[in-house]
C-alpha cells in the first residue's frame, strides 16, 4: 500500500501520529469488509458487486454504556446518513459508527441494532432505543448497488475484527467501490500530535471533476483530462474525525466545520449533487447510560474540557484541515484502478506521473 508520503509528498506543518491513522486515538479501532465477486454486464441484484463496509469504533467497552461526545457537520446534505438528528440533540455517539453504499444505509443500521442487543438486551424494554450512526457513498458506477450485497454479518465482522495500529487503504470496506476526481478513491487516513493530544481522520472519498484536482495546491487534475477518465456522478464523501482531547459537543462541532477547508484544499467544492458529511468524536469523559427511569446519584456530573482559548483551539482547527487534506490524498494514493460492472473501469492515479508533476511543481 503506498501512501502520500512515499511519494516523498509531505503536507502541512504538524507533526502526525505513529502509524499517520485515525487509530493512533487511544482507543479507536477500524474494521474493514472487503466485498468483490463477478464480472461483466450488470445484472441488477445479483452483481457484479464491489462494495463493502467499514466501522469505526471509538473505544473497545460497551458503547451504549459509555457513550463518547460528539458532534455531525453536513457540508452539502444530498446522502443517506442515519442517526444525526439525535447527535445534534444529546451530542452523543453510542453505537460504533459504519460506512457502507447509499442503497446499503438501512440494511447496515438494523445490523448495527442487531449487534447492540447482543450485549444490551434491555435496549426496547428498559434502557431506552439506541441509535445507530451510518453514513455512504454511492459507489454505483462499479457495484451492483439493488443487490444491497452488504449483510449482517458483514457488519459484525468489520465490528469485530476491528483493531488499532496501521488502517488498511484504497480499495477496502465502504471505499471498495468508490472515485475521488474521477480517479479511484477510497479509504484514507491520516493523524495530527497537537501537544499532549492527538487528533486523527478517516474518510470515504467519492467526489470531485478531474480538472479540479489539487495536491499540495498543484493543479494536478489539469494534466489527467483527457486520460483515464470515466464519467461517474458527482459523487459524495464521509469524514470522520477523532481525539482524545476532552472537547464537548458544542466544541467538536466547531472541529467538523473546519473539515470543509480541507476538502476545500484538494479541489472540492461541494457539487450540488454531493453529500459531504463530518461525524466528529471525543473519546475523552465517556458519558453513562441511565435507563428509563433511572436518576444517577449526583446530578452534577464534573468533566474536564479543552480551554476556549484560540491559540489552543487554533492548533486543532489546523489538524482537522491538515488530516482531513491527508486523508484524502492517501485514498488516492493507495488506491489501484478496478474494474466493474458493464467494464466500468476507475483508473488508479499514476504515481510515476505525480511525482513528476509535483517536481514540475516545486512541491517535492
Known amino acids: 500500500m503506498t501512501r502520500l508520503r512515499d511519494l516523498g509528498a509531505v503536507p502541512g506543518y504538524l507533526p502526525p501520529g505513529a502509524n499517520n491513522a485515525i487509530t493512533d486515538v487511544p482507543g479507536v479501532r477500524v474494521g474493514h469488509v472487503t466485498l468483490v465477486s463477478g464480472d461483466g454486464r450488470l445484472t441488477p441484484g445479483a452483481g457484479p458487486v464491489r462494495t463493502g463496509v467499514t466501522a469505526i469504533l471509538p473505544h473497545a467497552g460497551n458503547l451504549y454504556r459509555q457513550k463518547v461526545a460528539a458532534a455531525v457537520k453536513t457540508i452539502n446534505g444530498f446522502g443517506k446518513a442515519t442517526g444525526f438528528e439525535q447527535i445534534r ?3 452523543v455517539i453510542e453505537t460504533p459508527i459504519i460506512l457502507t453504499n447509499t442503497l446499503n ?6 445490523a448495527v441494532i442487531a449487534y447492540m442487543l447482543q450485549d444490551n438486551p434491555d435496549i426496547g424494554v428498559t434502557a431506552g432505543t439506541v441509535c445507530p450512526v451510518v453514513g455512504e457513498c454511492n459507489d454505483g458506477f462499479v457495484n451492483d448497488l439493488q443487490g444491497r450485497h ?8 468489520a465490528i469485530t475484527t476491528a483493531s488499532s495500529g496501521p488502517v488498511a487503504e484504497g480499495n477496502v470496506g465502504a471505499g471498495t467501490g468508490t472515485q475521488c476526481f474521477q480517479f479511484k478513491g477510497g479509504i484514507g487516513t491520516a493523524s495530527r500530535r497537537v501537544g499532549r493530544y492527538t487528533l486523527g481522520a478517516l474518510v470515504q472519498s467519492n467526489y470531485g471533476l478531474r480538472r479540479d484536482l489539487l495536491v499540495l495546491g498543484a493543479p494536478i487534475g489539469q494534466h489527467f483530462l483527457d486520460k483515464l477518465l470515466p464519467q461517474p456522478g458527482p459523487g459524495s464523501i464521509m469524514m470522520v474525525l477523532a481525539t482524545d482531547a476532552p472537547f464537548d459537543s458544542r466544541q467538536l462541532e466547531r ?5 470543509a477547508f480541507g476538502l476545500a484544499r484538494t479541489g472540492s467544492f461541494c ?9 466528529a468524536f471525543s473519546t475523552a469523559n465517556p458519558w453513562p447510560h441511565y435507563s428509563l427511569g433511572e436518576a444517577p446519584a449526583d446530578d452534577a456530573q464534573p468533566a474536564t474540557r479543552m480551554a476556549e482559548s ?22 488516492l494514493a493507495a488506491a489501484h484502478t478496478l474494474t466493474g460492472r458493464d467494464g ?10 505525480l511525482v ?8 517535492l
Open 89 to 91: 440533540e444529546r451530542g
Open 105 to 110: 444505509v438501512g440494511r447496515a443500521a438494523d
Open 150 to 157: 452488504v449483510h449482517q454479518e458483514h457488519v459484525w465482522q
Open 255 to 259: 472541529l467538523a466545520m473546519r473539515a
Open 271 to 279: 457539487q450540488d449533487g454531493s453529500g459531504d458529511f463530518v461525524i
Open 310 to 331: 484560540g491559540p489552543v483551539m487554533d492548533e486543532f482547527f489546523l489538524a482537522v484541515v491538515e488530516t482531513i487534506e491527508e486523508a484524502i490524498l492517501n485514498s
Open 344 to 353: 466500468n473501469t476507475l483508473h488508479a492515479l499514476p504515481h510515476d506521473q
Open 356 to 363: 513528476e508533476l509535483l517536481r514540475h511543481y516545486r512541491r
